[in-house]
């Protein structure tokens, strides 16, 4: 399977999302060029068609996603989608106006699991990530998506977690688009988890009733979408 994830999936994108109304204010960011890395959030698990997706079609850019089912921060030895930092090396040398990335989900379970891999290997990995990121788009503005709060996974791992990668955001001036803090998509909470979530396709489309990881079109257009989009307006005019 190719790094660029370049599915197709048009005929089956819901109107509403394809663009801005022509009445709708100029955020700055039509015609941009963004590059998209990370697991399966990013990438959008079995449909192809993730937050960020929406996202460039509304705002009208040209998204590159390279993301992977299964993708670590950290050198998981069990991640079946690689590292994320594999991802960024692959990728085109030419810079992007806009990085966005997630990451953590999938190490959050590994190292819940495995004695063996540790927060200080996922921090050390994750600083070699943002360093690539860097030494390779030095223009390019980046944005961490840090995703919801997750039902299926340890909670105390997932904070560890989330407080080392903020930390690192910080160093790197990284803008984070906080969609775990800022707005209230909780999959702990069982009814968010079967409204919000989905596993497999229904007619097509992301269904409900999922394990809490991957946001369905009602999880992607109430929580993430709005935050990303806002995080990468307020960048827009650095």
Same mark, same amino acid.
């Given at each position: ?25 100029? &955020?700055?960011?039509?015609? *941009?060029?963004?590059?998209? +890395? ?10 192809? /068609? ?14 590159? *996603?390279?993301?992977? &089912? ?16 594999? =991802? ?9 106006? +806009? ?6 989900? &999938? ?29 390779? !788009? ?19 791992? =997932? ?12 160093? !790197? ?18 009814? =968010?988890?079967?409204?919000?979530? +989905?596993?497999?396709?229904? &007619? ?9 990881? /991957? ?7 109430? +929580? ?15």
């Amino acid at each position: 399977m190719p790094v660029a994830q370049l599915v197709n999936v048009q005929s089956k994108i819901r109107p509403e999302w394809r663009s801005r109304k022509e009445d709708d204010v100029d &955020n700055g960011l039509a015609g *941009k060029s963004v590059y998209a +890395f990370g697991d399966s959030i990013v990438y959008g698990h079995v449909y192809p /068609h993730s937050f960020v997706d929406v996202v460039a079609e509304r705002e009208g850019m040209a998204l590159t *996603k390279f993301a992977r &089912n299964g993708a670590t921060i950290g050198a998981d030895p069990h991640a079946s989608g690689g590292q994320i930092l594999t =991802q960024v090396e692959q990728a085109a040398d030419d810079a992007p106006d +806009f990085v966005i990335f997630d990451g953590g989900t &999938n190490d959050a379970q590994s190292i819940f699991r495995d004695r063996a891999y540790t927060l200080g290997g996922y921090v050390e990995e994750l600083e070699k990530t943002l360093q690539a990121m860097e030494r390779k !788009w030095p223009t390019a503005r980046t944005v961490y998506v840090a995703a919801h709060k997750l039902g299926s996974r340890d909670w105390d791992t =997932q904070v560890a977690l989330r407080e080392a990668t903020l930390e690192a955001c910080h160093k !790197w001036d990284i803008a984070v688009a906080d969609v775990f803090g800022e707005t209230t998509f909780d999959t702990r909470d069982d009814t =968010q988890r079967a409204k919000y979530t +989905f596993d497999g396709l229904a &007619n097509g489309f992301p269904g409900t009733e999922g394990s809490g990881t /991957h946001p369905n079109e009602a999880g992607v257009s109430t +929580f993430y979408v709005p935050v990303v989009s806002e995080t990468l307006q307020k960048i827009s005019s650095r």
